[in-house]
């Protein structure tokens, strides 16, 4: 089975501190994703991946960043953390994308990290 | 984007079937109909996924209307463990956007 595995279960930073999530994929996918998941408001798309160095926003991408240097490994970057980014943060990777094209393929999550902000 | 509209919560008792509506009235000719679930303090697992005709797998059931502008989880024995978030979603644009989903409690 695929496994995504996220750097930490639960983090505490301070406002202001840059925060790195990181996020590690086994299965050779090319696409990558980040969520933050906050109660009432469902799961919301921050960045996404399909390549190496290509990176493309979602829905919510003021605040963060995000970088993908190598095929595996996709992280997100808070470079200022602020309270308001306290979230659950959720990775998640698919086998292939041709951009443009419907989607076809499952989703792999992480268990998501617990950012706590104060 | 696309979007899809599902009942924020449903209840239903164990060892009896369950249907969870999703309404996509937006949905385009290449839209597939994706379904996930979010178990308690886990991220979300793929359930099924369809594009016009009904589908199952071990897990579940997927029927698809006609018209394509609904569809419906069937879960056809509910047990414990299935108490979670259920996520319909389509694709549009290269996102993959989740709304809210269902939050289904199961009575024993």
């Known amino acids: 089975d695929v496994k995504v595995t996220q750097s930490s279960r639960y983090l505490v930073k301070r406002t202001g501190e840059k925060v790195f999530l990181e996020c590690v994929q086994d299965?050779?996918?090319?696409?990558m994703f980040w969520y933050r998941q906050d109660p009432g408001l469902g799961l919301r798309l921050i960045y996404f991946?399909?390549?190496?160095?290509m990176k493309e926003k979602g829905d919510i991408p003021e605040g963060y960043s995000v970088s993908r240097e190598k095929k595996e490994r996709f992280s997100l970057i808070l470079e200022s953390a602020s309270t308001n980014q306290t979230s659950m943060y959720l990775c998640?990777?698919?086998?292939?994308w041709g951009q443009g094209f419907p989607l076809n393929e499952k989703l792999f999550f992480g268990s998501g990290t617990q950012l706590s902000v104060l | 984007d696309a979007k899809t509209t599902q009942p924020n919560s449903m209840e239903s008792n164990e060892e009896e079937p369950v249907h969870l509506p999703c309404n996509h009235s937006t949905i385009s000719g290449t839209d597939y109909i994706h379904w996930y679930r979010q178990l308690p303090s886990q991220g979300p697992e793929y359930v099924i996924h369809?594009?016009?005709s009904n589908v199952n797998n071990r897990m579940a059931s997927l029927a698809i209307a006609e018209d394509r502008k609904s569809s419906t989880l069937i879960l056809h024995r509910a047990t414990l463990r299935d108490a979670a978030v259920y996520y319909c979603?389509?694709?549009?644009?290269?996102?993959?956007?989740f709304g809210k989903g269902t939050r289904l409690h199961i009575l024993p």
């Open positions: 998640a990777s698919s086998l292939s």
């Open positions: 979603i389509l694709n549009r644009d290269d996102k993959i956007i």
């Open positions: 299965m050779d996918h090319e696409n």
């Open positions: 369809g594009l016009t």
């Open positions: 991946s399909y390549d190496v160095k």
